[in-house]
């Protein structure tokens, strides 16, 4: 499923392409599923950022089994089961070579400026491929990479979640904030979450949230100080922006952290700097993670303490109707297709 063009969902188009071979140290991954971001919304309907190579495949979040391997690919077998890290940096510079490979300044995101997953085939680096069990499906797997890798970051390297604090997670029906939810509990701390639709309470329960926001009825400033006895969050995570932004700078402690990788709901929200500089509050940017911090995570997913949330499946063939459901907010954690 590929687009030579932006617009709207009917811009994605089934497509028989060449079959690529495999460069040096590159491997073909025969793919089995591939998950449904944000950013392949944002992709799709263009902007200045991205630098496409037509026809362009999205995609970041691939499962599959290793086709073929290119010349020099290490530490991989034909046939075997593997989770692709998201992201392709050159491994030379001198973030690559202290282990903050999402510093790199050629760093790429498959299925942004890189070709991805919506596809039978996809060729990447070998370092790419991560070796998996039969532990979990392949949608459920799908369901994991970017997710973890962004919410891992935003939850430890850069919010500092620890036993005792009190955290804020926002769109709790959203991918990443279902792995923020649990992050946050396997490392002790009390999650507070927010959703705009009532109906997403219970399922954000169950992940872990201990208390769930709706923030249709209820101004969400003022209930997270009530639940704190007055004090506010210690980390607030978002991702939504917009006036949900807006209210999480009213609703964290004094200094307090506001981790933010996205902004669905708009780019320029309205800021006092009072309230920043006054209440001595940091603004967190954050983008993906580290493949190490992705590899760190496996034993948890394996284990089923880090679990996937899947909405539903689709055949790779409904892409667009998968991009009108999370467009439409009609989803809680993934959509996943399946690649046939």
């Known amino acids: 499923m590929v687009i030579e ?8 188009e089934r497509r028989s392409i060449e079959l ?5 140290r590159e491997v073909r991954v025969r793919v089995r599923a591939v998950a449904v971001n944000h950013l392949d919304l944002w992709v799709r309907r263009g902007g200045p950022a991205f630098k496409l190579e037509y026809p362009h495949r999205l995609g970041s979040d691939v499962v599959g089994e290793v086709e073929a391997l290119g010349p020099g690919a290490r530490g991989l077998a034909a046939g075997q089961r593997v989770l692709l890290h998201p992201a ?40 790419n491929c991560l070796p998996v069990g039969q532990g979990l499906g392949d949608a459920e797997w799908a369901a994991m990479p970017l997710c ?38 396997l490392a002790g701390a009390r999650v ?8 997403k309470v219970e399922r954000a329960e169950l992940l872990g949230a201990d208390e769930v926001v709706v923030t249709a009825e209820r101004d969400l400033a003022k209930e997270v100080k009530s639940l704190t006895g007055g004090v506010g969050a210690d980390a607030v995570f978002d991702h939504v922006g917009g006036e949900l932004f807006e209210k999480s700078l009213l609703a964290v402690r004094w200094g307090g952290r506001i981790v933010t990788c996205g902004a669905t709901a708009g780019f320029v929200p309205r800021i006092d700097l009072r309230q920043i500089f006054f209440r001595q509050i940091e603004i967190l940017g954050s983008t993906m993670g580290r493949i190490g911090d992705l590899r760190a995570a496996l034993p ?13 499946v689709l055949p790779l063939w409904e892409a667009p109707a998968a991009h009108r459901a999370l467009e439409g907010r009609q989803v809680f954690g993934k959509i996943v297709l399946a690649v046939p």
């Open 192 to 199: 507070l979450a927010s959703t705009a639709s009532p109906e």
């Open 88 to 127: 392709v940096s050159c491994g030379a510079c001198d973030a690559c070579l202290g282990g903050r490979d999402n510093l790199c300044r050629k760093y790429r995101i498959l299925g942004e400026n890189a070709q991805g997953g919506y596809a039978q085939h996809i060729v990447v680096p070998d370092v």
């Open 5 to 12: 063009r932006h617009g709207g969902a009917d811009v994605i």
């Open 20 to 24: 690529p071979e495999p460069g040096m």
């Open 148 to 185: 973890t890798l962004t919410a891992w970051q935003m939850a430890f390297r850069k919010g500092q979640v620890g036993p005792g604090q009190t955290v804020l997670v926002n769109a709790a029906g959203s991918g990443v904030s279902s792995l923020l939810i649990q992050l946050c509990k």
């Open 300 to 312: 948890l997913i394996e284990g089923g303490r880090l679990r996937p949330v899947v909405d539903r």
